[in-house]
């Protein structure tokens, strides 16, 4: 069985390749999902991981309905990608109505050409599930990372057992929530892979920061931050 380990950094992924992890999802912002990992991360993990590295590419976090600008970010961003020699590719475009944005993920998998390809947790949205399968194998998916449209793998166990019956030859691959726990579940029911963090918080500093960075406002699935012309323009005009 493919042991698949979300690294959110080069310590995290150099760990998880000392651990025995046979490959790498690499992202940044474990707290919103993942997203597109930084150039310097990228070039880092490349030069020195050797397992296979797939990145996983989002420009933002939120829902997973893109502009026409955002789209081409990450058809960039997986050109620099193939430039520097990774495995795979992990993302994925859904319709506002949570349907599979087969004609933009087309554009994605094109762009990533040999490499791998691994439609992301965004398949946990969609309405019909079956259906997407069926849609993603036609765009000739390689894996599809899921955990059963539920907020576990294990809770999601029967969905991701049904999606794996209807799938011909993508790779249904089980995350969110995975442990030593309960891998055997996925083993003992056949998936050939499985996706987990294997995280755990660290103390990093010393003394209490003073005021936190953190903005909870920042979070949401339904709404995207975005500078607001308005705000902008009447602090300019003020102070020019």
Known sequence: ???????????????????????????????????????GLLKMVKERVSIPV??????RSGNFSYTDDELNIMVTD???????????IVSGVLHQNFKVDVERTKILKQAAGHLKFTFHRAFDWVENP???????????????????????????????????????????????????????????????????????MEKKLDKIAPITMNSKSFLSDDHVAVTQFKNVHEVVTKVK
Do not use: W
């Open 130 to 200: 079956i259906e997407a399968i069926r849609q993603l194998e036609e765009l000739e998916m390689d894996y599809v990372l899921t955990s059963g449209q539920q907020n576990s793998a294990p809770k999601g166990l029967q969905l991701l057992c049904d999606l794996q019956k209807h799938s011909s030859y993508i790779d249904i691959m089980p995350g969110s929530g995975v442990n030593a726990g309960n891998v055997s579940l996925f083993k003992d029911q056949g998936f050939k892979a499985v996706h987990l963090s294997g995280t755990a």
């Open 78 to 88: 997986i050109n620099l990608c193939v430039e520097l020699g990774f495995s795979g």
């Open 54 to 59: 797939h990145v996983l590419i989002r420009p």
């Open 1 to 39: 069985m493919l042991v698949e380990v979300c690294a959110n950094s080069l310590e995290s992924a150099l760990i998880a390749e000392r651990a025995g992890a046979d490959r790498i999802e690499l992202c940044s912002e474990l707290a919103v999902g993942g997203l597109t990992p930084s150039y």
